[in-house]
């Protein structure tokens, strides 16, 4: 399966992170508990996240349901996005309207901001994740990474372009499932977040 990390300010505040490491807010904290009692009675063979610590203050709530260490990789760490990373959308659009532009056309040979392009980083998603599959065939692996890895996932799953426009949801702390077979990945459940029902941005975490 795969997770998006909590909540963190700067989701809130739509600034974009990339690699900049943040941590979780309050609600994302109580978010991640959440998910946890949600899997608490799911076998999991293992579980994986991104190095960044939002991504990781995630997967440790879900391991430690199950008594399991998590597993980092830095290769599940969202899009470089380079000078982009702390800036919000508006802040983007009005310091550099053309490169602006070329991101909302998912240009997939971009450098978004001096970043990565949209085909490097579907293929490092991609990858990493095919590598973590092959190493527990038959297994049910947690991997808690970020929007942009998840996207890339979906994409690939559906037969989706990298260019076609985004139209399903990458909610926070949600459990996405997918199937890795030798022929690729299909996709059997997205974006389930009942198990945040009733939670608010005043909510936090005991």
Sequence with gaps: MLIRHGETLWNRATRIQGHTDI??????LSQARRLAQA???????AVYASDLTRALQTAEAVAQAHGRKVVTDAALRERAFGRFEGLSWDEINERYPDEA??????????????GESLQAFSAR????????????PGGNIAVVA???VLDCLYRAA???????PRSWQLGNASI???L??????????????RHLAGLGADDIAA
């Excluded at 899997?39 to 063979?45: F, I, K, R, T």
């Excluded at 998912?106 to 978004?112: G, K, L, N, Q, S």
């Design 158 to 164: 559906t037969r989706v372009t990298l260019q076609a």
């Design 39 to 45: 899997l608490a009675d799911e076998p999991l063979d």
């Design 146 to 148: 970020h929007g942009g």
């Design 180 to 193: 890795a077979t030798s022929e690729g990945f299909s996709l059997i459940g997205w974006n389930d977040d």
């Design 101 to 114: 532009l070329r991101w909302r056309r998912r240009d997939p040979d971009h450098p978004v901001g001096g």
């Design 23 to 28: 941590p979780l807010s309050p609600l994302g």
């Design 125 to 136: 998603c991609h990858t990493a994740v095919k590598r973590i599959c092959d190493s527990h």
């Design 176 to 178: 996405n499932r997918l």
